[in-house]
Structures are given as structure tokens and as C-alpha cells.
């Protein structure tokens, strides 16, 4: 292995004057990829590597790859990708099989949600903790109805219809939304005053925390109905997504606990010199800043449970990958190159969400800790 | 003050005994309703059914709480393999973002950003359902050396089966590391007066690698190397595809976390340190062993704990591919069978909180005894 | 069509407040038969490109609606195994085909009734035929693809140890990651219930390439389900499920029934058709209540060959009695 620098080497992009550019990038090529004989090999080794991953790759995925029509006649074999498939089930993988007349209830669903949830991650709006109830009490309630149905004239559409990208959404957003409440009281018990809410609190969020978020949505699919008065059932997708909203709530609690104690002593005893009660000074003064401090650690935990709601598809709800799953072993699309070009395609979908959402929160940490240098 | 909080604490511990009193009685209702037997006897009934990897021996005349063993087995199995290949390779990934070849540092950022923010049972599936059908069939095997067989049914391996039992191997594996640490421990206690360095590299694979080997030619030893029957191959060690997939898909997703954590480890030592092991005219191997190892160890292990966790606990996604873990052998296969959700729910739980604890109280451990160190 | 049923789950749904108006005077007063039928089970259950449901679980609903109304008027309600006992206690729908196998302890623990065997299943192997399998006890040392669910784990442990063979499960969660693993050839065999495994592989390419062996390890008599506490609509599916028995025996066919009604001389199939005898009003029903069912439906020769003949499925143990099979029609008289 080559030795570690820092990354910032002031040597790693000279620009002497009086170079031309071809002179320049000669010598920048000699001292970034060759300046050892160490770095010649490594240079090579790693441009044989990328030469036998991303030219078959790029061959198989796009170049040799079949394009037209939606059946599976148009992919005869399987030496390359079968994009067909995708158009033929592309539906299916953003809608599940909800039906196909009443889908615009989820496009204006998911329409509402980005605009409830946009300004949350907008660094400049100054309103967020007024939209935190708008975001945690009502668009679930629109959410619901909408997309459920049976009032107000819609049609009635059974939990279990819903799937594809719809419910990864669906769940990320609603988990994420029911789970923030809880994790504040859950950060607050664990940092209470009061000995045993401490301890419970404690045990409570490490329980959870240690268990995989499999395990939880089989405790709430199999167990749920023993602990329910009798008579009272709750729909399967319900329950996961209270399992995931309990998972969740834990993990979110730690992220906040980490924020609450950053807080500096100062503003506590201020917000108590005003003479502001207990949760007058929590909620007005300790948790706005402790929600700014803790929103890299909520976001990037919003992007692990935006990966983890696949688990769904074990216990049965067709996420995205599950309706991929599903459709990959259709019969009809069995010998074709559909399996790998569905994997490949949801890769990318989860990819591009997560990498983004990742971006913004390395800018909001990058962002806090310029503050904190100040 | 005080008085309040007693209170309080009063209050919370009459709502919690009030909750679990109604959960507790709406459970025994609804079990009683349900006709559900809920005695612990269930796990030394016959299991009856077959399971495709044990570690030990296993068969349907088994008990289920030997099932149940196996299945725990398989599990930390997976668990320890694919947390030794993380390991291994996020330091290098972690290791090649700092290096100052331009093409090597750029390649593991993008191997980073890739494979982190894909989730990981996608990538399991990848590996399971697209390459394992890339894989031969077993009559066309990839064969190494004519012992080594690799085919969509898994990866057949040579068994190493000592005559005298693997005892003498421990026995002589126990004496090798007990020699090692007791000639470090007085290299440690002479290094002062007679000025030589401990350079454990050398001594420690020494050692063991000599007295493992002995040990071996001792215990005579045979050979079992896979033969090929009517279906596939059969004897020495075989490695399932869904084994194979679980480990590959596991490492090279936790590979992500692990190496941004070595190289922010490594980032975090000052320069000076870097510097000064230079001015003391230390080669460079002995300055990242001596000087920026241990060093960088110390902020690389707390967050590295977190990942070993998430790693352990992402281990309950072989459920989703056939492989005979604690989820899918107990929850899956054993609660068809007897249907004592209760506890069964309630043993996975315990075994996964109690080894999530035993791997957090590890790593403390391990962090509080090297941070003591450099401290003395 | 081993549906994954287990104990447990089925149990859940238990003891609810059953519903106290008969059932035939309910569904005439609603006008339509709310027939619960579990969706996508190839054979079974399945939708045609026109939207219109088909399958031999399709024909049951069909068989109990053509004896009510004399003609097709069913609401089918997707439900899970899981979901249609309740359904079935609470009066969401008056029959539910897929009951399953006839255990004692569904019989028993479940407070509803079988209305007779209409089909014998089992738990076969699904085999390459360039393997050189042609018997189950060829398969010694195999690596068998299996899903999670009621006993079929426990049948073939059982089998492969009372025979002194050894084999390697493969264990799914589900039967079609099961049948997929197979398929890419993770596994020498696939086991399964044999009737629902064919029809999941029949649009497989390269389905010649595979055979699902005779042999069953295991039986599986399945029936319907409806409440316990209605004799009189209990007797009204048993008997509409057993004209169809009947009609094969007496040969009457979908096609021939307007002919032999009119011609035929034998005196129980003119009961049979409500030529005399008054047999409908009996149960409530119209006197031409069967005629309408092998009108609409047809005998079970009909059925089989509309729903499994194309998944290349011979008739074995569902034959006639007089053909060796164990389908015997009770006697209209």
C-alpha cells in the first residue's frame, strides 16, 4: 500500500508559470501517477481493474444492449441488458399494483409530500419547527386518506395493492415523520433529571438499537395481534410501519441526545434565568438549536432507513426491489437478461436518492462546523 | 426537588407496571383464545426437518434447541467472516483515499460513493441471483489444482482433517499465542535496558506458524478433498453460494463505512507526529506501525464499533436468501412448525441484543485498554 | 396451493361473532355470491388479458353461483389464507374454495366446515429430465430447493430418512424464490404441492426441459370452506360440488347436458337434472339447480381439462373410481 498523505497536499495540482497546458498535465500525470515505481504499478494495476470492470460493463449495459419494444421477444438472450423489461414494468415498479385509474392520487400524494418536506431541508427557511407539525399531524391524515381511500368519493385501495417506489416513499416519509416526535421525548427521558425515566429511556433506546430492523417487523407481523385486545386488527402494512417508526424513533433519539448535549450550558441556565418552565424552555430555546445541530445525523439516518425499508419485501410488502424481485422471476422474462438489468436499474433509482440526500448532508455538516469554527 | 422526582418516579413506575400488566393479560387472553401452548417445552421436541449448513452435527432426529445452536452457529459464522473481509477491505479502500496516486485515490472515492449508498440486501441479491447464474454448472466446474472446485452450487475446498482430532491443533494454537505473549511481555519489560525494539510482526507470525505446523505434521493428518458423486461434489468443505453471496455482499457495503473511518482515523493524526517519526530517522513501515497505527486507532475503534453492529445485525438479511441463519431457521422454519411465536420472538431478540452487547463490550474494552496505554 | 398456511396463523383468526341469518337468504337478498379467492395461483386462479378471472378455484365459485342465482353473479374478494378465516366468521364472503388440506385440526379448531374433497394433492419433486431422475429414490445426495411452510420440511426429512437417503436442503422463505433458485440451477429438485408447482412453471422457457415426478410424498386432500353454524348452506355446496362427480359418472358433459336432458331415459340422472323428483327444492334451490352447473361449470372432467390439462398435468388419484381414481360421486337419491 502507498503511504498516507494528507489529502490537501499543496504538491497534488502545480501550476507553474510559464508551462504550456500540455506541459502542465505531462508533469501533473508524472508526479499524481507515476512518480514511483511503487505508483507506476498501482497506476496500472487499478487501470487494468477499471478496464475489465467498466468496459464490459458500459458493453453490456449500453452498448450491446437491447432497447426497443416492451416484450420479451425484443431481448432473445442474456449476454446483454434488457431494458424492455424495464419499460414493460416500469409501472409496476413505481406504482406496485395500485390501480392504474386512481395512480394520480399517489403522483398528488408524493406532490404534497416533497412540498411539505422540502423546506425542512432548506437551510435559509425560517419556519421549519412551525412546519414540523404540519409535516408530523396533517399530511399523514391527507396522506392516508389519499392514497387509502374509501372517503370522500375515492375509491377504496387495499394496503396491500400499494408497492414499488410508492411505498419506499411512502414508508420513508411517514416513518420519518411519526418517528421524530417520539425521538425527542425519547432524547429528553434520556437526559431527564428523573433517575429511573433515565435508566428506561436508556434501555429502552439500546434494546431496540440492538436489534436487526428484521427482527422488529417479524415481532410486529407475528406478535402485534397477541398484544391487541381481541376484535381490534391492524392492517400488515400498519403494522411494519409502526415496527419501523419504534426502530426508528431510537435511532433518531440518539441523533438528538448528541445534539442536546452540544448545546452549551449557557443557553439552559439563560432560558431558566427568564424563568421559562421546563418545557416552555425545552421546546422555545434547547430543541430548535438542537434540531439545526442534529439534521447532518437525521438526515443520514433518513438515508439508512430509505435503504433499509427493502427489508419490507421479506415480510412481504413489495418495495421497489421487491416488485423487481417479483417481476424478475416472472416466467415470461426468466432467460432474458431481466434480472440483472432490474437489479441494476433499482441500484441506480436508490442510488441517486441516497447519494443526494448524502451530498446535502455532508453540506449541512460541512455548514455546521464552519459555524462552529467562527 | 427531590421530593418531585420521587413522585415522578412513582408515577412512571405505576404506568409502566400498568402497561405491561395489560400487555401481559391481553397476550394470555388472546393465547388462551388462540389455543396456543405457551410452555418452553417445544425446544426439546424432534425437529424433524433438515437444515443445509451445520457446523456441528445436526440431524431432523435432532431436539430444536439443537436447531437452534446450529442455526446461532451459521449465524456468527457469517457474522465473523464478513466482518474479518470488511475489515480487510476498508483499510484498503480506506488506505488507497489517502494514497497520492491520483488514479488510486479517485477510484476508492468512487467505489465509496457507489457501493455505500446502494442498500445492502439489493446488493445481496445481485450477487446471489445475477452471479450465481454466471457461475458453471457442476459438470463444468472452475477447478484450482484439482482440489479446489467453484460451480453454482458453491465452493468445494480441500478439508484438513487431523487423525488425532482437532485438540491437538488448539492445544497447540493456545500454546503459540500464550509463547508469543509471554516473550512480548518480557521483550516489553527488557526493551529499555538493552534498547531493542519489539517488532511483533516477525515473532508473532513466527511462532504460531511453526509450532501450527508442527503441530499438524504430529497429529497426522489426511486430506479429504471433494469428490465428484451423482449430484455435484461431495466431502470436504463446501461454502454455499448464498454463504458466498451474504459475505460478499455484507464486505463490500460495510467496506464503505470502514474505510471512510480509517482514513479519517488517519487524517486526524497531526502532521507533527508524522514529522517527528521522520527527524527520529524511523524507516516508513516502522513509522505507520509504531507512530500513525496505534495512534489513528484510537478515533478509528468507537465509530468502527457502530459498524461491526450494524454488520452483526444486517446479518438477519440471509433470510432472504436461503441461508440457514437464526431469522430464517427459528422465526421462519421452527414457528411454522410449532407455533410458539412468544418465544421464539422473544430467544431471537435475546440472542441478538446479548451478542450486539458482548460485541460493544469487546470494542470498549479493547478501546479503553489501548487508550490507556498511549496514556501511561 | 399448499397455501403458506401456518397453524399459527390460521389460528389468529378464530372466534368471531358468527352471523345468525342464513347464508342462502342472505346472498339472494344481496344478489351476488361474495366468493374469497387467493390471486395469482396459476391452475387456480388467474386473470385472462380480457380482465376475467379463470382458474379450477374460479370454477368452484362459479359451481356454488350457478346453483343459487342459475347463472355467474360472484363479487370475488382477494383475501389471504390469513384473512379469509375472518372474512369467512364475519360474513365477508359466503365461501372461500381454497380451503386448503382437510386436517383434523382445521376441522376441528377452526368453528368451519369442509364441504367434501374436490381434489387430492400431494408433495411431489420437480426434477431436470437430463438429470436421469424417474423416481424419488433416485434423488440420494440431491440439493433440494424447498419453501418454508406447513409440513412440507417435516414430509421430505421424514421420506428421505425412513429410505436411509440423505439429501441438502435449500430452504426459501417463499416458493417463488424457491422455484427461481431452481431454476438457475442452484438445486438438483424442487418440492412442493405437485399441482400448484406445475402451474407456476408453465410458461416457463424451456418447461420440457423439466418434470415434476408422479410420486407424492405426502397426501393433501383438499376441500372448501364455509361457516359451521349453516347445515343448510354447507349441504348446498357439498351437493353443488358433488353433482359435478356425479355428472361425469352419468356422462353428462358442459357440452351434452341440453341433449341428455331432454333424451335420457335413467331415472337419477333425470333426477339430477330436475327432470322429477324435486331434489332443488330440497335445499332451497331451484329444481334445475344442477343442470345449471354443468351448464355453466361443467362435470369435473370439464374442469380438469380447462384448468390443468394445459399445465400438462395428468388426472392420477383425481381420476373417476372407475378409473382407479379416488373421486366418487354420492348418489342422488
Known sequence: MTMPVETNSPSSFPRRRGRTLFQGCLSWIRENLFSSPLNVALTLACGYLVAITFIPLVNWLIIDAYWAGTTPQDCPDKTAACWPFIRARFDQFMYGLYPVEERWRVNLGIGLAILFTLPLFLPRFPHKLRLLPLLIVIYPLIGIGLFSGGQFGLAYVDTGKWGGFFLTIVTAVFVLSTSLPFAVLLALGRRSSIPLLRVCCATWIELWRSVPALVVLFVAIIMFPLFMPEGLETDKLLRALIALTLLMSCYMAEALRGALQSIPKGQYEAAEALGLGYWQRTFSVILPQAITVALPQITSNFIGLFKETTVLLIIGLFDLLGMVQNAASDPAWLSQGASATGYLFAALFFWMFCFSLSRYSAYLEKKSSLYKNV | ?376 | MVKITTCFSILIFLCLPAVDAGTLEEVRERGILRCGIVESSPGFSSIDDSGQRFGFDIDHCKTISAAVFGEIRIEYIPVTPHTAFTLLQSGGIDIFPDGATWSFVRDVALGLDYTGVYLYAGQGFLVRKDAGVSSVKDLDGATICIAQGTTLEQNIADYFDNHGMTYTPVTFADIDKGLQAYHADRCDAFTNERLSTAGRIINWPGRDEHVILDEVISKEPFGALVRQDDPRWRDIALWSFNVRFAAEELGISQENVDDVRKNSQNTETQRLLGVHGGFGEKLGLSNDWAYHIIKLVGNYADMWERNFTPLGLERGLNASWKEGGLHSALPFR
Open chain 2, 1 to 376: 426537588m427531590m421530593k418531585r422526582d420521587i413522585v415522578y418516579q412513582v408515577v412512571l413506575l405505576a404506568i409502566i407496571a400498568g402497561v405491561a400488566a395489560l400487555i401481559i393479560s391481553a397476550t394470555q387472553t388472546n393465547l388462551a383464545r388462540l389455543n396456543v401452548d405457551s410452555s418452553i417445552d417445544f425446544l426439546w421436541k424432534r425437529a424433524g426437518f433438515e437444515i443445509g449448513q451445520k457446523l456441528i452435527p445436526y440431524s431432523a432426529d435432532s431436539t430444536i434447541a439443537h436447531a437452534f445452536i446450529v442455526a446461532l452457529l451459521n449465524t456468527l459464522l457469517l457474522a465473523c467472516t464478513a466482518i474479518v473481509c470488511a475489515s480487510f477491505l476498508g483499510s484498503i479502500i480506506g488506505l488507497a483515499r489517502l494514497s497520492d496516486n491520483w488514479l488510486v485515490a479517485r477510484l476508492a472515492a468512487v467505489y465509496i460513493e457507489i457501493f455505500r449508498n446502494i442498500p445492502s440486501l439489493l446488493q445481496i441479491f445481485f450477487w446471489y441471483f445475477v452471479a450465481l447464474r454466471a457461475l458453471p454448472r457442476t459438470d463444468e466446474s472452475i477447478e484450482f489444482f484439482n482440489c479446489v472446485f467453484l460451480n453454482n452450487r458453491g465452493l468445494f475446498l480441500p478439508a484438513i482433517n487431523p487423525e488425532q482430532g482437532w485438540s491437538w491443533l488448539a492445544a497447540a494454537l493456545i500454546f503459540a499465542w500464550a509463547a508469543v505473549y509471554f516473550l512480548k511481555k518480557r521483550e516489553r519489560r527488557q526493551s529499555p535496558e538493552s534498547g531493542k525494539t519489539w517488532t511483533p510482526g516477525s515473532w508473532s507470525l513466527l511462532i504460531p506458524a511453526v509450532i501450527v505446523s508442527a503441530g499438524i505434521l504430529l497429529a497426522d493428518v489426511s486430506v479429504q478433498t471433494p469428490q465428484e458423486t451423482r449430484f455435484g461434489y461431495s466431502g470436504g468443505i463446501v461454502l454455499m453460494p448464498e454463504f458466498l453471496s451474504l459475505v460478499v455482499g455484507l464486505s463490500m457495503y460495510n467496506a464503505t463505512y470502514i474505510g471512510e473511518i480509517v482514513r479519517s482515523g488517519f487524517t486526524s493524526i497531526p502532521r507533527g507526529q508524522t514529522e517527528a517519526a521522520d527527524s527520529l530517522g524511523l524507516p516508513r513501515h516502522l513509522t505507520i506501525r509504531l507512530v500513525l497505527f496505534p495512534q489513528a486507532l484510537r478515533v478509528i475503534i468507537p465509530p468502527l464499533t457502530t459498524v461491526y453492529l450494524n454488520l452483526f445485525k444486517s446479518t438477519s438479511l440471509a433470510a432472504a436468501i436461503a441461508y440457514p441463519e437464526v431469522v430464517s431457521v427459528f422465526v421462519g422454519t421452527v414457528n411454522n412448525l410449532v407455533g410458539q411465536p412468544v418465544f421464539i420472538m422473544a430467544m431471537t431478540m435475546v440472542v441478538y441484543v446479548f451478542i450486539s452487547l458482548c460485541i460493544a463490550l469487546f470494542l470498549n474494552w479493547h478501546n479503553r485498554k489501548i487508550a490507556l496505554t498511549v496514556a501511561s
